[in-house]
């Protein structure tokens, strides 16, 4: 059979096929603590479960419009002036099902054959291979633990050519768990003032899981609004990751963009999914907030179990729920049976050995690093580590 040659231009997303592999294990009933997939181990807060009860009742059951309900991206709007002091309009929201067809539809609506993307590593798994469906051609600019993982403007700027028509990073990281302050971001916005054609993507999914104080976005910069997309959801500041709700933030040129493209592609999002984010936007944060304390007990929990693991490189994440470690000191080693010779073999010795799930980090555009959740349980975490201390212990 001869599939459609767009198949060859993009990969499989690593976090889905460690995850998909864990399941196996665990089917043959094998004990795997899955510190692979990004998603809260927190139910979603009683509040939005109720207004999506409410919303099946009253009988929210039809086509919904493709940009969303209009109560939603009021809802949207309210949000973004309460927590960022961002001023937009229901016209620059379109709804999605989920933060990935934000990015994509994004991504489809401006990216052409041939345009240049530059990227930041590490970077989440699907931005890269969204940049190839599209036709476009990524740029990778390399960062390092030693600068905590964020692009300087030196680099920015050395990356942009006649060619480059978006920069794509998001704050906090998804996989170093970086955060860029307002200075930070500050000197990033004077390089994007000498290169006025340039559009930027912020992802700003992790939002809420913050270690570090406010949050915040490029998209303050009021001469940069007109070309920043803003992306956002509710997978995981609120733990509606099976809900499926993201959203654009972006001028009206592109929001319409987006709303043809999604058009054809899935129209509008759940109807009651769409009542029940009402509530999470609109409602009370405390659960989230509760959630994001949790997280940093089990971030300072993992620091120290990771001071006992030889050879390893990690910098503090300051938000997400990740560490991103440099493994490479275990390259070439062997426990008389498996070699390690990159990330995706440390990982795949971790999963087989400890039977612990992982992502190898070239799949975020780092090979010597992999990625790490800590959205587990306490417990679960205590189990993992112990057990890929001992694993690692045995290679030589």
């Not at 007109?226 to 990751?241: P, Q, Y």
């Not at 679960?380 to 580590?385: D, Y």
Request: net charge neutral; aromatic share 10%; charged share 25%.
């Amino acid at each position: 059979m001869q599939l459609s040659t767009l198949l060859s231009r993009f990969n499989e997303p690593e976090t889905l096929k460690m995850a998909k592999l864990g399941r196996e294990l665990r089917a043959k009933g094998i004990d795997v603590i899955d510190l692979s997939l990004g998603e809260p181990d927190f139910d979603t807060p009683q509040h939005i479960k109720d207004a999506a009860i409410k919303a099946i009742n009253d009988n929210w059951s039809h086509y919904t419009p493709v940009a969303g309900f209009a109560d939603l991206r009021e809802a949207v709007c309210t949000k973004l002036k309460r927590d960022n002091n961002l001023a937009y309009k229901p016209e620059n929201i379109i709804t999605s099902t989920g933060a990935k067809q934000s990015l994509a539809n994004a991504i489809y609506a401006v990216v052409d054959n041939g345009d240049e993307v530059v990227i930041p590593t590490p970077y989440w798994v699907t931005y890269s291979e969204l940049v190839k469906m599209a036709g476009g051609k990524v740029v990778e600019v390399r960062t390092s633990q030693e600068s905590g993982f964020k692009v300087s403007p030196q680099q920015l700027e050395a990356a942009i050519t006649g060619k480059t028509k978006l920069f794509m990073f998001s704050s906090p990281c998804n996989p170093s768990g970086t955060v860029y302050s307002k200075a930070e971001l500050a000197a990033l916005a004077e390089v994007f003032r000498k290169h006025p054609d340039v559009l930027i993507i912020s992802d700003e999914i992790y939002e809420y899981i913050n270690f570090v104080g406010g949050h915040e976005s490029i998209a303050q910069f009021e001469d940069l609004k007109e070309r920043v997309i803003l992306i956002n959801g509710l997978s995981k500041g609120f733990a509606m990751t099976g809900w499926r709700l993201g959203y654009i933030a972006a001028n009206v040129e592109i929001a319409k963009a987006c709303e043809k493209i999604q058009g054809q592609l899935t129209s509008g999002t759940c109807s009651i999914t769409q009542k029940a984010a009402v509530a999470a936007l609109t409602g009370n944060l405390k659960p989230s907030e509760e959630m994001t304390q949790e997280f940093t007990r089990r971030r300072a929990r993992v620091l120290e179990l990771i001071k006992d693991i030889p050879g390893f490189k990690c910098a503090e994440p300051d938000g997400a729920f990740y560490i991103f470690p440099d493994v490479s000191y275990y390259y070439g080693k062997t426990d008389g049976t498996q070699t390690i010779a990159n990330a995706a073999d440390f990982s795949m010795y971790l999963l087989n050995t400890a039977n612990v799930s992982s992502v190898m980090g070239d799949a975020f555009g780092e090979p010597n690093c992999v990625r790490f959740s800590f959205a587990n349980s306490m417990a679960n975490i205590e189990r993992a580590w112990v057990r890929i201390k001992e694993a690692l212990g045995k290679l030589k």
